[in-house]
């Protein structure tokens, strides 16, 4: 690990990447508690039980934050859409963060991203209450 990277903000983590730790940084600034490469249990491709280490946990929300560093490494990116189908699997809220957005839009991107799971998860639940009062079933 580069002793560059390590942090000055509210944790004692050191990051594996500049971009991790721009991250780290913007969950600080909100006051977003976060978990470092907290481990998951995921079933990948070949239906068997692994144990991944998403970049961010974010316990008050639900929510695994993924950087991804590269872009345009096809074997990278299959890599890439084969850990987000099978977080998409288990249901696991993810929200995918890489190169293609510019240092100033990610503290918008991610904070826009966490309203966005929210507001799913409002709907859904008002959806479910609406279906119980009137007996319809719930539309997702």
Do not use: C
Not at 38 to 43: G, L, T, W
Not at 81 to 107: F, H, M, W
């Amino acid at each position: 690990m580069n002793d560059d990277l390590e942090t000055k903000i509210n944790t004692p983590n050191r990051f594996k990447s500049a971009g991790e730790k721009k991250i780290a940084g913007i969950l600080d600034k909100y006051g977003i508690s976060f978990k470092y490469e907290s481990p998951v249990i995921v079933i990948d491709n070949d239906s068997k039980q692994r144990i991944w280490y998403p970049d961010f946990y974010l316990p008050q929300f639900g929510i695994y934050l993924e950087f991804y560093g590269f872009k345009g490494n096809p074997d990278y990116d299959n890599s890439r859409r084969i850990k987000e189908q099978a977080y998409r699997n288990l249901g696991y809220e993810i929200i995918s963060i890489d190169t293609t957005i510019s240092k100033e839009n990610i503290d918008n991107h991610i904070i826009n991203q966490i309203y966005r799971v929210q507001r799913n998860r409002y709907r859904k639940i008002r959806t479910s209450v609406y279906g119980l009062r009137t007996g319809a079933r719930p539309k997702y």
